[in-house]
């Protein structure tokens, strides 16, 4: 919850990953980056839409991340949507390996943001929606939007 305060910036957000998605349990994870990766997601060059993370030799792996090439970088710009490994303390890795184990359970990529000068991905531990749990979503949201645009309506009158 602390972490969520010292956002410096965000550099993307997987919203699909809400719709599509129950997010059980949420872990703040560093990224290995190199060349001019680094400079790329400060400028904000960041897509997370259609990746996962994997659990492999006890180590934990994004998948499909694509971060594009510096503009302004040379031979050190890397292939954008290269595998980078995500740095989580080890018994943190061997509890998420022991829950998507099960059935129906995976780990997706919520957000990348800088957090005092690092960069920092927040996963989630996720259970897949039935299509009915996406339209009930989606009328809560409704209903919502609704009932805030008839009490702004109520109070400006």
């Not at 719709?19 to 060349?35: K, N, P, S, Y």
């Not at 954008?80 to 080890?90: A, Y």
């Not at 929606?129 to 939007?145: G, M, Q, T, V």
Request: hydrophobic share 40%.
């Amino acid at each position: 919850m602390a972490a969520e305060k010292e956002h410096s910036k965000l550099i993307a957000n997987n919203k699909k990953a809400f719709h599509d998605f129950f997010i059980e349990e949420q872990i703040e994870c560093g990224i290995v980056l190199v060349g001019t990766e680094v400079k790329s997601l400060r400028m904000g060059k960041c897509s997370i839409k259609e990746s996962w993370v994997r659990v492999e030799r006890g180590e934990l792996w994004i998948m499909g991340m694509n971060i594009s090439p510096y503009d302004k970088g040379n031979i050190f710009n890397v292939d954008p949507l290269r595998v980078r490994k995500l740095l989580v303390h080890r018994k943190e890795i061997a509890k998420l390996e022991g829950a998507v184990s099960r059935d129906g359970y995976t780990l997706v990529p919520l957000e990348v943001y800088f957090s005092k000068g690092r960069a920092k991905v927040k996963i989630g531990l996720a259970k897949g929606k039935k299509l009915y749990d996406k339209r009930e979503s989606i009328a809560k949201k409704d209903r919502a939007r609704e009932a805030e645009r008839d009490y702004k309506v109520k109070i400006r009158q």
